[in-house]
């Protein structure tokens, strides 16, 4: 079955630790996304890719990198700058930018992975 | 910029009731609305799309209207059961701004 999947379901970071959590898609799509969801904020983006190689900072960057090597694959990593990396991290991907396709795909979301700073 | 509200944060109904979620957008310029539901420490589930030139998507249960011009949208769950007790979320994609801007969501509980 198509879908992205995330790992590890629950991470723990220690103070000054980076950490990366993985997403990777055998969906075939072109974007992918991460965002972070906080209890009472809603979900908040934190970088995109729409092609290999290249990647966009979202609205939350700071404190986060990542890479685009593979089509499938988008890691996230939290860097130990990020000051409160405790969240809920949704990695999530679609087709194509939605200007070129007039906005006929929606987005595919993964099950997610569960950050803790201890 | 974009921003998106659902009212209200939180909803109880007893089993059977159809019911109404709503969510509105202050741009009009949109290419799409996505509902979305979220289970308790779970990812998000696509529920329907609806493209700016559609005004309603159904499935089974479901339907979502949109009404660009108005910047609104509505979820109706019909017959409603206890496993659509969740979080549902809307979110749009916007011109000039090519990625998803979610609302806080709808807490649903579905009382037996």
């Known amino acids: 079955d198509g879908g992205i999947t995330q790992s590890p379901k629950y991470l723990f970071r220690k103070e000054g630790q980076n950490v990366t959590l993985s997403c990777e898609q055998n969906?075939?799509?072109?974007?992918m996304y991460w965002y972070r969801q906080d209890p009472g904020q809603g979900l908040r983006l934190i970088y995109y890719s729409q092609i290999v190689n290249d990647f966009q900072k979202g609205d939350i960057a700071e404190g986060y990198s990542v890479s685009r090597e593979k089509k499938e694959s988008f890691p996230l990593t939290v860097t130990s700058a990020q000051k409160n990396p405790t969240a809920f991290y949704l990695c999530a991907s679609s087709i194509f930018s939605a200007i070129d396709l007039q906005g006929d795909y929606g987005y595919t979301f993964g099950s997610g992975t569960r950050l803790t700073v201890v | 910029k974009q921003e998106v509200t659902q009212i209200p944060a939180a909803l109880s109904v007893p089993e059977g009731e159809n019911l109404v979620l709503n969510c509105s957008f202050t741009?009009?310029?949109?290419?799409?609305l996505q509902w979305f539901r979220q289970d308790p420490g779970k990812g998000l589930t696509s529920l329907l799309l609806?493209?700016?030139?559609?005004r309603e998507q159904t499935s089974g249960r479901l339907n979502a209207s949109l009404d660009k011009s108005s910047g609104r949208s509505t979820l109706y769950i019909a017959a409603s059961q206890p496993g659509d007790s969740a979080t549902y979320l809307c979110a749009v994609v916007s011109f000039g701004n090519e990625k998803l801007t979610f609302g806080t969501g709808t807490r649903l509980t579905i009382i037996p």
């Open positions: 969906l075939n799509h072109d974007a």
């Open positions: 609806i493209q700016s030139s559609q």
């Open positions: 741009d009009s310029a949109i290419y799409n």
